[in-house]
């Protein structure tokens, strides 16, 4: 016997049928939106979807925020700044000189009153259940901006 629709729950919003697993098929959840825009995707293909997305947001930090603008360790290609820029700010919405600012910021007094997201002076529970609050925070902080952001791009996407 065969089980043509399955469902796992009204919470989670997935259906098996017809052999494979859909995301998002009933209305009312917040992604039927992406299913509408990707229909007959998987419930593994949004899984890798999912991971890609993250990787190149993590990568997108790493060469571009971190090591491009707050070390200037390396240059990267402006083709590739620019796709890391675009991406950042329509996956995450940071702003170049916030990020740079606020991680200078954090060398400069690291571990020390100032630090703007130090586990010492935070304590480790605020900095991983509350980092982003801290980084808004001190994002507001005209001086850190001023003194900290310099060298970073200033241009539409940024405002």
């Known amino acids: 016997m065969r089980i ?20 998002f098929q009933r209305r009312g959840y917040m992604l039927d939106y992406a299913y509408g825009l990707f229909p007959g995707l998987t419930f593994w293909d949004y899984v890798a979807i999912t991971f890609v997305m993250v990787q190149v947001t993590m990568m ?10 707050a070390h200037r360790a ?14 950042i700010w329509l996956t995450s919405g ?4 916030e990020w740079v600012a606020i991680h200078r910021k954090h060398h400069a007094l690291c571990e020390r009153e100032g630090d703007p997201h130090s586990p010492v002076v935070f304590g480790l529970r605020k900095v991983l259940l509350e980092g982003v609050e801290l980084y808004k925070e001190e994002g507001k902080n005209a001086e850190t901006l001023d003194k900290y952001g310099r060298g970073t791009p200033s241009d539409w996407l940024e405002r």
């Open 74 to 87: 390396i240059a990267l290609h402006p083709v590739l700044r620019i796709f890391f820029r675009i991406w």
């Open 94 to 97: 940071m702003q170049t000189r």
């Open 4 to 23: 043509e629709s399955y469902s796992l729950g009204v919470v989670a919003g997935f259906s098996y049928s017809h052999g494979r697993f859909s995301c």
């Open 60 to 69: 997108s930090v790493t060469l571009y925020l971190h090591r491009d603008q």
